[in-house]
């Protein structure tokens, strides 16, 4: 099959949907489907801006939610009109928004979705929406009719299926998200090779967040917590991949609980580099909260750290609880609980043999359940029932 995946984000940029696209590319090729991208990066910069980010930024600034409205509905049109230009004979489109399942619909491909979350309250909760705003509202009416649409709809988990179904009353199927086991192995090996390439002491105890700085993940968390951990573990070291806009709010902790020495902000570190962080950390870190009526999906942050072979401590919320069996292969704490998670942390720092066997377990799991190879038949399979 000639498979076109689309998308109005930027594609590639640093985040889980580029993850899933790269990552999905690879298994259906692996079949020997050709599989293109276009996305929003396809678009002349000239469009980008003048069209779309220029216009957008001056609408927020008369009211809160104009400009995303105005951005979306923009690259809609804009990626609908570059895929009918561009297209070379495709069977079938997977779109991976809301937005992108519109723009794909009008150029009359067969279209299929994948839903990574939930659009409104995801916009809630990054303050691009007021709540109950008329702005809101009109997200929510696209986000069914895109869900209505399109000829099938899968879901990264069983709650987006869910919401799904309570929403607009659609059938999904659930599919969980996956990673590439080949790619994401352990490599515990090369520790002490990845932190003198990177310029980490040998020595210090090292925790990673592979998180973007945004709120639902709870990035805020593991530097409260290190307030306690570094009063066993002075030498602690909190290294934190990714930006947003907690970035700020972070810096301003950091300096205020005197962390500067044990909390680094890496920034965008890109995903190629990411399997070296995790090979030369001790502890992995996905602390994602309730925010705004937004819960983490099964996270690749921590499906590639349990295939990764480091030992992994979650908040115990969304699709972390379907992926972690707390206790067997990983850790679970309760969100926002800052006593919990510096105990948890404490606790696999001072018992580094338990936090090897999780991993061992962990990485089984993911072989068995969460390859990108079975995932990728699983949407061939729908790719053809659709058809």
């Known amino acids: 099959m000639k498979i076109l995946i689309t998308t109005v984000f930027e594609y590639p940029h640093t985040g889980g949907l580029s993850t899933h696209v790269q990552t999905l590319k690879n298994g259906l090729e692996g079949f020997g489907h050709t599989v293109d991208v276009i996305s929003f990066s396809d678009l002349p910069e000239w469009k980008q801006v003048g069209l779309v980010k220029g216009p957008s930024f001056l609408l927020n600034k008369m009211k809160l939610g104009k400009g995303f409205v105005h ?32 723009a794909s619909v009008d150029s009359g491909i067969p279209t299929v979705s994948t839903v990574h979350g939930y659009m409104s309250f995801e916009a809630i909760s990054k303050g691009s929406l007021v709540q109950d705003s008329a702005e809101e509202r009109f997200i929510r009416e696209i986000e069914v009719e895109a869900y209505t649409r399109t000829r099938k709809n899968i879901t990264v988990d069983q709650r987006i299926k869910d919401y799904l179904r309570d929403a607009a009353g659609i059938d999904a199927v659930a599919i969980k998200n996956f990673i590439n086991v080949t790619d994401f192995a ?21 925790l990673f967040v592979p998180r973007r700085l945004t709120r639902k993940n709870g990035v805020i968390y593991p530097t409260l917590a290190m307030e306690q951990v570094v009063r066993q573990f002075p030498d602690a070291l909190l290294l934190y991949a990714g930006t947003g806009e907690e970035e700020s709010t972070l810096r ?19 995903h190629e580099q990411m399997k070296h962080y995790y090979a030369l950390s001790d502890i992995v870190l996905v602390p994602s909260v309730h925010d705004a009526g937004v819960e983490e999906a099964t996270s690749i942050s921590a499906l590639e750290a349990m295939g990764s072979g ?6 115990a919320v969304g699709g972390l609880k379907e992926i972690v069996n707390p206790g067997v292969d990983g850790v679970l704490v309760e969100e926002k609980n800052v006593d919990e998670l510096a105990a948890a942390i404490t606790d696999l720092l001072a018992n580094p043999a338990k936090g090897e066997e999780f991993a061992g377990k962990a990485r089984a799991k993911i072989e068995n359940e969460y390859s990108h190879v079975s995932a990728a038949r699983k949407y061939e399979e729908i790719y053809k029932s659709v058809l």
Request: charged share 25%; glycine share 4%.
């Open 186 to 206: 352990p490599e515990k090996n090369r520790k002490n090779e990845f932190r003198q390439q990177y310029g980490i002491d040998a020595s210090r105890q090292v």
């Open 310 to 315: 480091s030992p992994l401590i979650a908040c």
């Open 71 to 102: 951005s979306h509905l923009t690259r809609q049109k804009l990626l609908a009109q570059y895929i009918r230009e561009n297209n070379r004979g495709y069977d079938i489109v997977n779109a991976q928004d809301v937005f992108a399942t519109l």
């Open 252 to 270: 301003s902790k950091i300096s205020e609980l005197r962390l500067s020495r044990n909390v680094q902000l890496l920034g965008a570190v890109p």
